[in-house]
């Protein structure tokens, strides 16, 4: 009744109740959005792996392994994919944090223009791919980068000076564009 709200007004349990409303809404959003995110991860998946021959399906998970051992610096790591389920060292890639997750895809694009070798491919151009990444994981990328710039041509575009001190450190070119 009137009377109920005018007191929880006063006493302020309806501003209480309207930020715990706030939250909880908030909470839906973040875990709407988580689920759009992991189904989107396991329809990449699964599109790869009816892409792939049973051939290069094994080629593809050993060379990301390799990019994702990298990335991750964990040496024993062991990426599989069977009936479907991607894991990590057994354990279900939906387990892993949203930033070990981006490695991963990053190690399976990575891997996934490797298995293109044979075919003449035009230079890996990446905006900014990095933005969330804390130090370690930057530092990692950029190694990833140098690796994979042996056979490829990479262009990187950025303003993030941290990461312009780690391609310098790994004796990587690095131009200055200036605007005009």
């Avoid at 409303?21 to 959003?29: F, L």
């Avoid at 479907?84 to 190690?107: C, E, F, H, P």
């Avoid at 293109?116 to 804390?134: A, E, F, R, S, T």
């Amino acid at each position: 009744s009137r009377l109920q709200i005018q007191q929880m007004q006063a006493d302020g349990t309806l501003d209480s109740l309207y930020q715990q409303a706030s939250q909880q809404r908030a909470h839906v959003e973040k875990l709407t959005k988580d689920y759009a995110i992991t189904k989107l991860e396991n329809q990449l998946l699964q599109d790869v792996a009816t892409e792939l021959s049973e051939q290069q399906l094994p080629e593809l998970l050993a060379q990301a392994t390799t990019y994702f051992r990298l990335l991750t610096n964990r040496e024993q790591t062991k990426l599989d994919f069977s009936e479907g389920i991607l894991t990590v060292d057994r354990m279900s890639v939906y387990n892993l944090s949203t930033g070990t997750k981006d490695q991963l895809m990053m190690a399976f694009r990575f891997a996934y223009l490797a298995l293109q070798q044979k075919h003449p491919l035009c230079p890996v151009i990446i905006d900014d791919g990095w933005l969330h990444y804390d130090y370690q994981r930057k530092y990692q990328f950029a190694k990833l980068l140098q690796q994979f710039s042996e056979n490829y041509q990479v262009i990187c575009l950025s303003s993030d000076q941290e990461m312009v001190s780690y391609y310098q450190e790994l004796h990587q070119p690095v131009w200055e564009l200036k605007g005009v």
